[in-house]
């Protein structure tokens, strides 16, 4: 996976249409039960309000760091002037927003105490948009369109998303070969016809289906139905605990979530949406786009409220994973730069590392303990034989770096194709670059590239009666008497 390409994520636009709602939370503190009823006392020490429904993607979307373009209808109310001035604040276009005397914000109201909530409160009425926002829009749709990379549609059943909205952005999308991504909701599907991306969860499947799923097969069954029954190119069903499972055609493969303390589910699936409409663009698959996505995800649900993941968020949560060990020198470089910025050391290693013994594992946790970062550069085969001869490595470099991999002390692993790793250091710059004690006072070809930026060396002792070679020559002393 090419982390790099996150960098881009400020020049996605992302066009976002659904049900907008403001969320709104009143918290305060349980300390008695009514004696007019048994039911808990509240007093109230604070008032929040959010965007909710779409807004909320619209807050993930902007959390990121991408741009959005923002279409749908609000009242003209109080809380429709909460959702505009929200929209100014976070700089999103709103050209064509449209704002209606006849229409009424949705506010959900939440009665909460200790990040427990007591009671929801539901505002709202249940209508399809104005007639003339439609014609509106549709007359401005190659504007509306201008400068977009993707398409999301949050539909909260609320009547905003209705067959001829949806399928009147969906063609021009298509048109524009933009990806489109779609939350859904209810029983009438075929309104979603075309799209790129679905993202049902658990529930909407069965509510989908009017009956429950039971078992895997099942499940299987059942994706691959509503995949063909929407014709879109992926079905990527949200299971909670359990991670995302994506459909395409012929395939199903499954994403387990990442283990983290779970506080509140509440918009989990917006942050889901957010990324991958965010990150879509950029050239990411959609297995990569599964993976981000539970990234996420998993941070949000450590959070109380509908809240958001940042891009450092997501960057850290990286870090804290072995699924992306194995680096590019170009993603490399960002993920230095960004350890960096944080006050991280970031201590180098390089080798061979051909059958793995307890010195390479003795040389890995010394360099680790130097710093907070272990980056790992593994000769490529090619650049073995040159240093070591026709016969080396025993080991192919693919099964070496699955191995390092699998260490818990390192954390990232780039594969060296060259000789020495002068290239790798001037490109990255760690804090620290380790050596083992036998290369003190020898020609170190990185040492001038190190000392020109302020980094060092650190010349670790060995793991003594312990290398490669010495394990081949005991398996032919061995092995070899035998014949």
Known sequence: MNVE???????????????????????????????????????????????????????????????????????????????????????IDDAFFGIDKNVCTIVKTRITAKKQQFLRL??????????????YISENLNNVFEGVNSLVISDYAKGAVNEEFCQLLIEKAKSLNIPVIIDPKGTVYKKYKGATVLTPNLKELNDYLQYEVQGDSALTEAGFKLREDCEIEYLALTRSEKGISL????????????????????????????????????GFSMPDLCKLANQTASVVVSKFGAATCTLDELMAT????????????????????????????????????????????????????????????????????KNKGDLRPIINQDDRIKMICELECVDYVILMEDSNPVNIIKNIKPNISVKGEDWKNKNVPEQKVLESYGGKIEFIPLYQGKSTTNI????????????
């Open 5 to 91: 390409r996150i960098k881009n994520i400020n020049h996605i636009t992302v066009l976002v249409f659904g049900d907008y709602m403001v969320d709104s939370y009143i918290n305060g503190d349980v300390k008695r039960i009514s004696p007019e009823a048994p039911v808990p006392v509240v007093e109230i020490k604070t008032r929040t309000k959010k965007l909710g429904g779409a807004g909320n993607v619209i807050n993930n979307i902007i959390s990121f760091g991408a741009k959005v373009k923002a279409i749908g209808c609000i009242g003209d109310d109080e809380n429709g002037n909460f959702i505009k001035e929200e929209f100014n604040k976070m700089n």
């Open 247 to 282: 459909f395409s055609k012929g395939s199903r493969e499954d994403f387990p979530a990442l283990a983290k303390d779970v506080i509140d589910v509440t918009g989990a699936g917006d942050t889901v949406v957010a990324s991958i409409a965010t990150l879509m663009p950029l």
């Open 318 to 385: 990286m870090e804290d994973t072995g699924e992306f060990k194995l680096i590019s020198l170009d993603t490399a470089k960002y993920i230095v730069e960004d350890l960096k910025n944080k006050g991280k050391t970031v201590v180098f290693t390089n080798g061979c590392f051909d059958l793995i013994h307890a010195g390479h594992l003795y040389s890995f946790k010394y360099a680790k303990s130097l710093g907070d970062v272990l980056i790992v550069a593994v000769n490529s085969d090619a650049s073995v034989k």
């Open 472 to 483: 081949i020559e005991k398996i032919l002393k061995v092995y070899g008497s035998n014949e």
């Open 122 to 135: 539901d505002e709202e009425k249940k209508k399809l948009l104005p007639k003339e926002y439609y014609d």
